[in-house]
T-cell receptor, first 111, second 113 residues
Framework: EDKVVQSPLSLVVHEGDTVTLNCSYE??????LLWYKQEKKAPTFLFML????IEKKSGRLSSILDKKELFSILNITATQTGDSAIYLC???????????FGTGTSLTVIP | EAQVTQNPRYLITVTGKKLTVTCSQN?????MSWYRQDPGLGLRQIYY???????DKGDVPEGYKVSRKEKRNFPLILESPSPNQTSLYFC????????????FGNGTRLTVT
C-alpha cells in the first residue's frame, strides 16, 4: 500500500532555531515529492523534488530528496514566528491519479 | 489571479439535508480533486476528475458525489450528510502531463449536526 509518513508529528521551537522535518515514503512509480505549508487555510506549495532536482532552496527553507532511501527532509533555518504552520509532504506517482499525503508536522515557533 | 475558488467557506447543516460545495478554477487545468482533512488522518482524496465528464473515486468516496460538466467547475455533493462527514474540505487542481503541483482552494469547513 502506498504511504507517506512524516515525523515528528509536532515540534515547538524558539525563534532563531533550526528545524528539520522528515518525510519517508513508499509509493509505486514515484514521480515527485512536494512540500506544502498550511496555515489556517489552504496548503501553499513550497518545493517540488524530482529525480532531476533533488535539492531545492528558497531563502531560509531548503529540502533534499534521497531516492535511494526513500525520504526527504525540509530544513528551516533561523525560524520566525511566521514559520508556524503545518508542513505537509506529498508524493505524486506516474501510475496513480492522486497525491499521497502525510499527516503533516505541526511547527510552532515561540518568540 | 490564478486560483481555485471554493464556496462556502463555512457551512453548518443538519443530518440528511442535501448540500453542494462549489469549486471553480481559472487555470484551465484538466485535473481536479476533492480532499477532506481530519486531525490525525491528513488529507484524504474523495473523488478526482481527469477531464470533463471523467470522474473517479478516491480513497474515501462513500457518501459523496461529484460532477464535471465543465472544465472549470467540480462541485462536491453530499446527498444525505451525516455527522461523520464533519470535516475540512479542499478542492484542488493541477495541470496534467508533466510535473505540476496541486493548487488548493481555501477550504470549506463543514459541520453536520
Amino acid at each position: 500500500e502506498d504511504k507517506v509518513v512524516q515525523s515528528p508529528l509536532s515540534l515547538v521551537v524558539h525563534e532563531g532555531d533550526t528545524v528539520t522535518l522528515n518525510c519517508s515514503y513508499e509509493v509505486t512509480n514515484f514521480r515527485s515529492l512536494l512540500w506544502y505549508k498550511q496555515e489556517k487555510k489552504a496548503p501553499t506549495f513550497l518545493f517540488m523534488l524530482t529525480s532531476s532536482g533533488i535539492e531545492k532552496k528558497s531563502g531560509r527553507l531548503s529540502s533534499i530528496l534521497d531516492k535511494k532511501e526513500l525520504f526527504s527532509i525540509l530544513n528551516i533555518t533561523a525560524t520566525q514566528t511566521g514559520d508556524s504552520a503545518i508542513y505537509l509532504c506529498a508524493v505524486d506517482s506516474f501510475t496513480g491519479n492522486q497525491f499521497y499525503f502525510g499527516t503533516g508536522t505541526s511547527l510552532t515557533v515561540i518568540p | 489571479e490564478a486560483q481555485v475558488t471554493q464556496n462556502p467557506r463555512y457551512l453548518i447543516t443538519v443530518t440528511g439535508k442535501k448540500l453542494t460545495v462549489t469549486c471553480s478554477q481559472n487555470m484551465n487545468h484538466e485535473y481536479m480533486s476533492w480532499y477532506r482533512q481530519d486531525p490525525g488522518l491528513g488529507l484524504r482524496q474523495i473523488y478526482y476528475s481527469m477531464n470533463v465528464e471523467v470522474t473517479d473515486k478516491g480513497d474515501v468516496p462513500e457518501g459523496y458525489k461529484v460532477s464535471r460538466k465543465e472544465k472549470r467547475n467540480f462541485p462536491l455533493i453530499l446527498e444525505s450528510p451525516s455527522p461523520n462527514q464533519t470535516s475540512l474540505y479542499f478542492c484542488a487542481s493541477r495541470q496534467t502531463g508533466g510535473y505540476s503541483p496541486l493548487h488548493f482552494g481555501n477550504g470549506t469547513r463543514l459541520t453536520v449536526t
